[in-house]
């Protein structure tokens, strides 16, 4: 199976909002309520932001959401802040596999 | 407080084999889904392999590039999970992790450094 898409850049202004996309197919993000998100500052442990495709894990500001429509979940960061400069990959079930995305960069201009 | 901690890497020449292991404490390895992933040098994250929890069939599963060549195992009384990975080859360099999704959280290792090189 071929890693999810997602756009390899996304940017905005501090105090704007951006939304990462990641799509793959029925088999993986529409067939399942097992998306994750995570967040990577260059040389650094990826971070959870979002868990089953809308959960939080305690600790991370509700400025990160989560949602699915059909075969595409989405990311959105509401009042970018410059810390939200970093590289980020969504996770999805796929059954037998696991896929993640090829990540985004998302500058803060 | 969960804690993963691989260790294991190394510098090895292509062909050759290493065994990874990734050490958990703070949850019990058998009641978690727990994955190794890696990430080549400047590139975004690849997902090796996991194995399920012991509720959910204890199921071990590996990405295509790998199948064959690496293998997931699990060790209960040691409370550790273990890479095999045979017959490497250069696309294999990166830095490998193991993570686990659980209690409505996420916890990666530190990391672990694997080069294959002659």
């Known amino acids: 199976q071929s890693a999810l898409t997602q756009p390899p850049s996304a940017s905005g202004s501090p105090g704007q909002s951006v939304t990462i996309s990641c799509t793959g197919t029925s088999g993986d993000v529409g067939g399942y309520n097992y998306v994750s998100w995570y967040q990577q500052h260059p040389g650094k442990v990826p971070k959870l932001l979002i868990y089953?495709?809308?959960k939080r894990p305690s600790g991370v500001p509700d400025r990160f959401s989560g949602s699915k429509s059909g075969n595409t979940a989405s990311l959105t960061v509401s009042g970018l802040q410059a810390e939200d400069e970093a590289d980020y990959y969504c996770l999805s079930y796929a059954g037998i596999n696991t896929l993640f995305g090829g990540g985004t960069k998302l500058t803060v201009l | 407080e969960v804690q993963l901690v691989e260790s294991g890497g190394g510098l090895v020449k292509p062909g050759g084999s290493l065994r990874l292991s990734c050490a958990a404490s703070g949850l019990t390895v058998s009641k978690a889904w727990i994955h190794w992933v890696r990430q080549a040098p400047g590139k975004g994250l690849e997902w090796v392999g996991r194995v399920k929890s012991e509720t959910s069939g204890g199921t071990i599963s590996h990405a295509a590039p790998v199948q064959g060549r690496f293998t997931i195992s699990r060790d209960d009384s040691a409370n550790t999970l273990y890479l095999q990975m045979n017959s490497l080859k250069t696309e294999d360099t990166g830095v490998y992790y193991c993570?686990?999704?659980?209690?409505?959280?996420?916890?990666w290792g530190q990391g672990t450094l694997v080069t294959v090189s002659s």
């Open positions: 993570f686990t999704e659980y209690g409505n959280d996420g916890y």
């Open positions: 089953e495709v809308v």
